[in-house]
């Protein structure tokens, strides 16, 4: 049986909320959105690291304990269908699919929310030190953001017996461009699960749906070479169908007037 890697980012990739405005809610906290455009603007953290950033360092945040984490994971809002594409993945035609998750989001909150579902060693995300006494975040060890990503995704594909070409990644953001980059280069598969523009210029194939098993369409055309009909009965046979599948190439253009020179000299004259 051929051996793939999956790995696959969380926050509105598995999940439909971000855990940082989950947490906002429980503790209370309005104003998150802003912070994170702040922290985003002035560059100082890789994109993705924002929360990170705030538990360790806002002081509405640095009450957060772990059991704050533990919570949101469990009011964290899920895809459809995540257990069924773990265990779908175990063996499509001979071919096995090892499911990672490697995210910015806070550990604690994806294992919490993924219970049962992924194994906790299959999560990397970013990890704390508490204080023992306090409980308080008193330092950050990890934080899989950006290039950490790319080293996250190394990491694991030193560990596993497969060649480079046997990666597929899934994300959904600006913070997924780094290593959706490395997995290009690597000549494995790229897949962007949202229509922000900054990775759907760099991902292999885009695929939008509020379903986690839509991720498996790529896999099968670009992997397995399996054509449509295939793909609809493989489904089929697993209780779904496709109702909808709509293969769109969009081209977003922004077009402006030219300057002529009359049109610059009428300006002048102004």
Known sequence: MKEYLIVSDFDQTLSFNDSGIVLSELLGISGFDGRIRGLSNIHLIQQGGELAYLLLH???????????????????????NIRLLCSLLDNIDDRRFLFYVVSAAPQEVIQSALA????????????????????????????????????????????????????????????????????????????????????????????????A????????????????????????ANGFYLREWDKVRKDSLTICRAETPESAAAAEVV
């Open 58 to 80: 806002d002081p509405e945040y640095r009450r957060v304990r772990k059991e704050h984490l533990i919570e949101v994971g469990k009011r964290i809002r899920l895809k459809e």
């Open 116 to 211: 049962g579902i992924v194994p906790d060693d299959h999560i990397i995300g970013t990890r704390f030190h508490y204080n023992p006494e306090s409980g308080e975040i008193q330092s950050i060890l990890s934080v899989p953001a950006g290039y950490g990503k790319v080293a996250e995704l190394d990491r694991l594909r030193s560990t596993l017996p497969l060649s480079h070409d046997r990666i597929v990644y899934v994300g959904d953001g600006s913070s997924d461009v780094h290593v959706m980059m490395h997995v290009n280069r690597l000549d494995g598969l790229t897949i962007a699960v949202s229509e922000n523009r900054f990775i759907n210029q760099i991902a292999q194939r885009t695929i939008v749906s509020d379903d």
């Open 213 to 236: 098993l839509s991720v498996l369409v790529p896999i099968l055309e670009d992997i397995l070479g399996w054509d449509s009909m295939r793909i609809r009965a493989y489904f089929e």
